[in-house]
């Protein structure tokens, strides 16, 4: 929330607010990280007893994939703040601006203020389902939502967005050429124009592992666990990446600015690693989903942003929660969440009593999860597919059109060949 809040504090000389900021993160390094809570599963605690779970671990943001009642009364007055969502099979109906009037006076405006709702999420990787019909509700929902907020008095405290899936990225590589697929980029532009008018934050859902998964023989895996001890030249900006995930933010900035857009602010609305997968899902294991989520968090609580936006304190929602076990799809997906459904973790991700990792992890980063795995999106009710098969991967025919220009170096090139988007 907020995100375009943070624009204030995007500066590049130091401004008292920034010195403040950096002053108070080094006496409380809380990992103020969001989370995903899906719930696509039938043995979750109930969410009364998931408040403390996600208070214990330093959570300041949950989001849902619907606008779970129980969930939202459980978190009453508990300072958490929350992203509902609307599944993709409601988009045609919250176009009309009646419906979406009626959707936000049920599922967001009793809630109020108790439960810190901050924003709507209007279905999830839309555009790149392909589903013609479907992409064209979408802006359509997105502005009859807003204008409901806007007739109910609620636009300043609850903005509008959707989920994109990465593969909306047609060049990813290097991060200063990012550029959006071609035949999305009108719809994009009408999106990001909506987010300018509105103020409200441009997501993605963004998993370096399945760009691992789907080439573990080319793709470094510490490049991915943010554990790399060398860093690659973007040749263009000259700018370092050490880890996949800010390539893959920073591809995103760079398509957006490609588009003529320089002030919208981006938010990752998901992220995270599984902690078991089939034979063929290569790197599905406690110990790596416990090095990427631990490192993530630890990199969200130092607040650093990417290396094109290094003062933008960016928005992260760790995907899950939970483990869900009726999700569709490879055994990965059922294991995502850094906790069993007893409220268990997975692997242990090292944190103490109030929240905060501890700084005492010898060089392996972050600590231990588990994970359990929903895909990157899936309402509860009506799932529109699973996006999992749609992220990030490389093709031997994306591989052989990498254009080498001048030095780039060999960590590089396996760089590029991570972050392509597979024409799947
Ligand atoms: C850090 O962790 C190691 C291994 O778990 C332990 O032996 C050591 O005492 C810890 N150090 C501190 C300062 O807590
Ligand atoms: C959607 O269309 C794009 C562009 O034509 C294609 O590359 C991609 O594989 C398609 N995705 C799906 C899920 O059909």
Not at 7 to 22: D, I, V, Y
Not at 94 to 123: E, F, H, M, S
Not at 257 to 263: F, Q, V
Request: proline share 6%; aromatic share 8%.
């Amino acid at each position: 929330m907020n995100c375009c809040s943070h624009l204030l504090r995007h500066s590049s000389t130091l401004s008292p607010l920034l010195l403040f900021s950096a002053a108070s993160l080094f006496f409380t390094a809380a990992s103020a990280f969001g989370i995903n809570y899906g719930q696509i599963a039938n043995n979750l605690p109930h969410p009364e007893s998931v408040v403390p779970l996600v208070k214990s671990i330093g959570v300041t943001r949950v989001k849902l994939y619907d606008a779970d009642p129980r969930v939202l009364k459980a978190f009453a007055n508990s300072g958490v703040e929350f992203i509902v969502g609307v599944g993709n099979e409601y988009l045609s109906k919250v176009r009309d601006p009646k419906q979406a009037q009626a959707w936000v006076k049920t599922n967001v405006q009793p809630y109020l203020p108790a439960t810190k709702i901050t924003c709507i999420t209007l279905g999830n990787e839309v555009l790149t389902l392909n589903d013609s019909a479907l992409s064209a509700d979408l802006l359509p929902a997105m502005e009859g939502i807003h204008s409901a907020l806007v007739s109910l008095n609620l636009d300043k405290q609850v903005t509008v967005t959707t989920s994109h899936n990465l593969a909306i990225l047609e060049v990813s590589y290097p991060p200063s050429a990012g550029a959006f697929r071609s035949d999305l980029k009108q719809k994009l532009a009408c999106i990001l124009d909506f987010h300018c008018k509105v103020g409200s934050p441009f997501s993605i859902n963004a998993y370096p592992y399945f760009a691992y998964k789907a080439n573990p023989k080319q793709v470094p895996l510490d490049f991915v666990l943010f554990e790399s001890r060398s860093a690659s030249v973007d040749q263009v900006s000259a700018l370092h990446y050490d880890n996949m995930f800010h390539a893959q933010i920073d591809a995103t900035y760079s398509a957006i600015e490609r588009l003529g857009y320089k002030n919208v602010c981006l938010q990752v609305s998901e992220t995270g690693w599984p902690s078991k997968g089939d034979a063929d899902e290569a790197g599905a294991t406690p110990e790596n989903a416990r090095k990427y989520n631990g490192n993530l968090i630890k990199l969200i609580s130092q607040k650093k942003g990417t290396p094109m936006r290094p003062n933008l304190d960016l928005d992260v929602h760790v995907f899950a929660l939970f483990n869900e076990n009726q999700k569709p799809g490879p055994t990965s997906e059922r294991n995502f969440g850094l906790f069993k459904p007893d409220g268990t973790p997975v692997y242990n991700l090292g944190f103490n009593a109030k929240g905060l990792l501890s700084t005492n992890t010898t060089g392996s980063g972050g600590g231990g999860g588990s994970g359990s795995g929903a895909t990157s999106s899936g309402p509860p009710p009506a799932v529109t597919g699973t996006s999992s098969d749609a992220y990030l991967s490389i093709t031997a025919d994306d591989a052989e059109r990498l254009p080498l220009q001048g030095a780039l170096s060999i960590l590089s090139v396996m760089i590029s060949a991570i972050i392509l988007v597979s024409q799947l």
